[in-house]
């Protein structure tokens, strides 16, 4: 392999490690990195984060590119899914990587976004292999479903020859004649980079399987084998899940899977470390929530805001103000406010505030439909 010029070892003859954002691939510690295959919402991304987050993984991962193998399946959520995996992986302090399938795609990601993938469809991919070399991006690059390994170092080879030295190595199985699995985890892959690369090699054992039960296992193995990492789909609901569900991990499987990472890491002299962080909602973490509940608050706010004009416009105007429904409104909040511990005062005068801008908004929109239907008038009777 003589065109392994950046790809093949250097000369202290081991796996150099890539920082990025505080978290090292490649060296003593082992980096979890979880979450869906393809990004839906952005409540399935908080949820995933939490969960990654909770397990004691460091990277927060979901497709919103997917290059799927029939064009009827869900291609994913583009430049929305993005928002919502960062926010997520904001939100819990981790950091998060998704998949670029082109030129554009790259582009859109490349500076939100922690890591890139490249994923097994695209590995022979030239020209996006040269478009990844040309970014400041860590770059995963997965191994294609029929690429020998040769391939595949050649493919990294293209991003280090087109400028970018930070590419991280991740088998996620091949394809063989063996169907009871979605693909064949190639584990001595890990072996034989390592014997040919200074590259770091993480496994993906979710694709590699096609079902969730082998997971643990092959995670475990991953790592005695020598992995630098591992790169697991969890769903909050697999059963609910867009893409990948029966391979997916519910989220209390993968943590207790990240629980007994540490002794497996152990015994090949790495470490790994389960939970999260004590000290990890550093403030501006915990400010970042607090923006992102404020806008969800406002968001609801304006949809409460449109309900009441909308029945206002099928109100008489004296009938504006029903202080009856009023007063049930409140008594029901207080209930609900008492169980979240929330103070009943609170509510009370938030709701009068919204009571009193709503009924403000129902008058003005009465006026302006009255006034439209007085133009109307109007206008047709000078006609
Ligand atoms: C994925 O990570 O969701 C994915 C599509 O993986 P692969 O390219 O390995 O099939
Ligand atoms: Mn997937």
Redesign the pocket.
């Known amino acids: 392999m003589n065109d392994l010029k950046l790809a093949g070892l250097t000369s202290e003859k081991s796996t150099i490690s890539i920082e990025v954002n505080g978290v090292t691939l490649g060296g003593k510690e082992i980096i979890l990195m979880g979450g869906p295959?393809?990004v839906e919402s952005s409540t399935q991304m908080s949820q995933s984060a939490e969960t990654v987050k909770k397990a004691g993984g460091k990277i927060l991962?979901g497709?919103v590119f997917?290059?799927r193998t029939s064009p009827y399946s869900f291609q994913g959520l583009g430049r929305e899914g993005l928002n919502y995996l960062v926010q997520a992986a904001k939100e819990q302090d981790l950091l998060c990587v998704t998949?670029v399938i082109d030129a554009q795609s790259l582009d859109l990601v490349v500076d939100k976004v922690d890591l890139i993938?490249i994923?097994?469809?695209?590995m022979q991919n030239f020209e996006l292999l040269k478009l990844a070399g040309k970014v400041n991006k860590p770059i995963i690059l997965?191994?294609g479903?029929s690429a020998t390994i040769e391939e595949w170092l050649l493919a990294a080879e293209y991003i280090l020859a087109a400028g970018n030295s930070q590419v991280i190595l991740?088998e996620?199985?091949i394809r063989t004649f063996e169907p009871s699995t979605r693909n064949t985890l190639d584990l001595s892959a890990v072996g034989v980079v390592k014997e040919l690369s200074h590259l770091p090699v993480i496994i993906?054992p979710?694709?590699a399987a096609g079902r969730r039960d082998l997971i643990s296992s092959l995670s475990k193995a991953a790592l005695a084998a020598g992995a630098d990492g591992l790169?697991i789909?969890m769903h909050p609901d697999p059963t609910e899940a867009v893409?990948?569900g029966p391979q997916s991990l519910y989220p209390e499987e993968f943590v207790q899977l990240a629980r007994e990472l540490g002794a497996v890491a152990k015994s090949v002299n790495r470490t790994f470390t389960f939970g999260a962080p004590r000290d990890r909602e550093t403030l501006e973490s915990l400010r970042t929530r607090i923006t992102n509940l404020d806008q969800s608050i406002i968001e609801q706010l304006a949809a409460r805001m449109k309900l009441v004009r909308k029945i206002g416009e099928q109100k008489r105007l004296d009938r504006v103000k029903d202080s009856n429904r009023e007063k049930e409104i409140v008594q029901r909040l207080v209930g609900l406010a008492e169980e979240l511990q929330l103070p009943a005062e609170l509510i009370k005068r938030v709701y009068s505030l919204i009571f009193e801008f709503g009924v403000q908004s129902q008058i003005k929109s009465r006026l302006a439909q009255e006034q439209d239907l007085e133009q109307t008038f109007i206008s047709s009777g000078s006609k």
Not at 119 to 122: F, K, P, V, W
Request: glycine share 12%; net charge positive; hydrophobic share 15%.
């Open positions: 295959c393809a991962r497709g997917k290059p998949e993938q994923g097994a469809r695209n997965k191994r479903l991740c996620r199985g993906d979710s694709h790169l789909e893409s990948d």
